[in-house]
Each structure stands twice: as C-alpha cells, then as structure tokens.
C-alpha cells in the first residue's frame, strides 16, 4: 500500500509564493518519477512539473520561470516551489509518483488526494 499525501496549499494574492510539499509512504522499493499536476474547475487534468529519479526535470510551458519542482530522495518527497502566482493558477493540485513497491514488481502511478490552490487577484 502506497500514500501520497500533500500539503502547502492555500490562499495567497497575485504575485505571492506558495511551496507545496508531497510525502510519498508505504511499501516503496523505487521511486521512478515523482511530479505535480493540476486541475481547474471544468477543466482537464493537466501537467505542471515532473522530476525524474536521474535528475531530470520537466515543466509544462504555464509554469516556466516560475515554478521549480524538487526532490528529497531520502525522503520520497517532492516539493514544488510556486512564485509570482497569477489568478489562472488556481486549482488542485495533485502529486503524482511513479514507482515500484517491489524488486520484481511492474511501475504503477500513484496519486495523492490533492491541494486547493486559490489565487486571488
């Protein structure tokens, strides 16, 4: 059984910061990738930042600049680090791990239960 949990979400003006955190627990064996996305009201899930175990990062185009998503490995954390925040931010914010919960076992995605991000202009 794996948990996701996040946290760091909330209300915050125009042009403000906010750090969500997500804590990935459980039977974990690996962690491959481990990301945010979003969800606005009456719209599509959609990608916001991913990070993968070798380093590499990925970002959708709406969040370039300002964005920077972060891992703690030791900890099976990601952070993401969200500033000069814009009304359009507004949604949900869910992370996403993709990971193995044994040696031999295939790679699943796994999600937590998500964040209300709330811009106000």
């Known amino acids: 059984q794996v948990q996701l949990v996040e946290s760091g979400g909330g209300l915050v003006q125009a042009g403000g910061s906010l750090r969500l955190s997500c804590v990935a627990s459980g039977t974990i064996f690996s962690v491959i990738e481990m990301g945010w996305y979003r969800q606005a009201p009456g719209k599509q899930r959609e990608l916001v930042a991913t990070?993968?175990?070798?380093?590499?990062?990925n970002y959708a185009e709406a969040g370039k600049g300002r964005f920077t998503i972060s891992r703690d490995d030791a900890r099976n954390t990601v952070f993401l680090q969200m500033n000069s925040l814009k009304p359009e931010d507004t949604a949900v914010y869910y992370c996403d791990a993709i990971l193995k919960t044994g040696q031999l076992s295939p790679t699943y995605q796994y999600w937590g239960q998500g964040t209300q991000v709330t811009v106000s202009s």
């Open positions: 990070a993968h175990v070798g380093g590499n990062t």
